[in-house]
T-cell receptor, first 106, second 116 residues
Framework: DAKTTQPTSMDCAEGRAANLPCNHSTISGNEYVYWYRQIHSQGPQYIIHGLKNNETNEMASLIITEDRKSSTLILPHATLRDTAVYYCIGGYALNFGKGTSLLVTP | GAGVSQSPSNKVTEKGKDVELRCDPISGHTALYWYRQSLGQGLEFLIYFQGNSAPDKSGLPSDRFSAERTGGSVSTLTIQRTQQEDSAVYLC??????????????FGPGTRLTVT
């Protein structure tokens, strides 16, 4: 299983881009990186995943470094509703850890 | 379509009692997962099922915890002789395949268990 490391917390001003980093230096070549978020009192919600190429969907963009040892989840225009805990999971790992608590401020 | 459902949404029980938590996955999803989230903690993996089989039970915290899945659908997590440290939100998720390339998990709303 690929171990991931994320900052405990981050702040972002509303309307600005939120860039959430994740280190996954032990990830193997065929393991995807998944991102989920958990809004208070709700179950986690899938956001995006990627292998090597950068990915974008209606929720976010995922930038993966060429060596695949780290990635960044980008919320291009953060809103107050994006305040949540964001989890980065490497490959087949099933432990979500504590994630990054993102606070979007007015 | 319907998402993952869990019941009950809240359960208060006395220490020493047994409890059963139920999960109804999304129809057609072959994989089912159980997690636990204690106050202020991350998601702790407990067990997953592929069909009715549980290849990995290593996350179950003690032999008081057990889970089963029947008909490749509904799953029950049973906690025997509950302890106060079992108090947590128990989350269930399902996905189309376990180790598939695009097996994002869909989570239910959870069951909040309080052991008094």
């Amino acid at each position: 299983d690929a171990k991931t490391t994320q900052p405990t917390s981050m702040d972002c001003a509303e309307g600005r881009a939120a860039n959430l980093p994740c280190n996954h230096s032990t990830i193997s070549g065929n393991e995807y990186v998944y991102w989920y978020r958990q809004i208070h009192s709700q179950g986690p919600q899938y956001i995006i995943h990627g292998l090597k190429n950068n990915e974008t969907n209606e929720m976010a963009s995922l930038i993966i470094t060429e060596d695949r040892k780290s990635s960044t989840l980008i919320l291009p225009h953060a809103t107050l509703r994006d305040t949540a805990v964001y989890y980065c999971i490497g490959g087949y790992a099933l432990n979500f850890g504590k994630g990054t608590s993102l606070l979007v401020t007015p | 379509g319907a998402g993952v459902s869990q019941s009950p949404s809240n359960k208060v029980t006395e220490k020493g009692k047994d409890v059963e938590l139920r999960c109804d996955p999304i129809s057609g999803h072959t994989a089912l997962y159980w997690y636990r989230q204690s106050l202020g903690q991350g998601l702790e993996f407990l067990i997953y099922f592929q069909g009715n089989s549980a290849p990995d039970k290593s996350g179950l915290p003690s032999d008081r915890f057990s889970a089963e899945r029947t008909g490749g659908s509904v799953s029950t997590l049973t906690i025997q002789r509950t302890q106060q440290e079992d108090s947590a939100v128990y989350l269930c998720a399902s996905s189309l395949v376990v180790w598939g390339l695009k097996d994002e998990q869909y989570f239910g709303p959870g069951t909040r268990l309080t052991v008094t």
